[in-house]
C-alpha cells in the first residue's frame, strides 16, 4: 500500500513538473531558458518527467515498470540538483535554496518510492 501511494503522489508531482515544460510556460521554463536550455531541451526535460508520471501510474499494475519510472525519476532529480550545485544556487542563500532545495528532497522521494515499489515485486 505504501509503494502505491507514493507512486501517486510522485506521479502528480512529476507530471506538474512535467506538463508546464511540455508547453513552454511557467518560471521553471523561463528558469531553464535564463541558463541556456533550448526549448527542445526544456520540452524534453518535460517528456521525461511526464513519462515518469505515466510509468509510475501504469505501475501500480506493472511493478517493474514503476520501479524503471522511480529509477528514471531519481537520475532525472540527482541531475537537476548537480545542475544546481553548478550553478551555484545553495551558495546564493535563502532564495537559492528555495529554487534548488526540492530537486534533492524529490530525489529522495524518488528514491525511497523505488524502494517500495521493489519491495512489493
Known amino acids: 500500500m505504501t509503494a502505491i501511494i507514493l507512486s501517486i503522489v510522485l506521479a502528480l508531482i512529476s507530471a506538474g513538473a512535467g506538463i508546464p515544460k511540455l508547453i513552454l510556460k511557467g518560471t ?17 526535460i518535460g517528456g521525461a518527467e511526464a513519462a515518469a508520471a505515466v510509468g509510475l501510474l501504469i505501475g501500480i499494475a506493472v511493478p517493474w515498470l514503476g520501479a524503471a519510472a522511480a529509477a528514471g525519476m531519481t537520475i532525472l532529480l540527482l ?13 546564493r542563500g ?28
Open 94 to 121: 535563502r532564495a537559492g535554496v528555495i529554487e534548488s532545495l526540492p530537486a534533492l528532497i524529490l530525489a529522495v522521494f524518488a528514491a525511497v518510492t523505488l524502494g517500495f515499489v521493489i519491495g512489493q515485486t
Open 28 to 44: 521553471p521554463v523561463d528558469n531553464l531558458r535564463g541558463h541556456a536550455f533550448t526549448d527542445t531541451q526544456i520540452r524534453l
Open 79 to 91: 541531475t537537476a540538483t548537480g545542475f544546481h550545485v553548478r550553478w551555484g544556487d545553495y551558495g
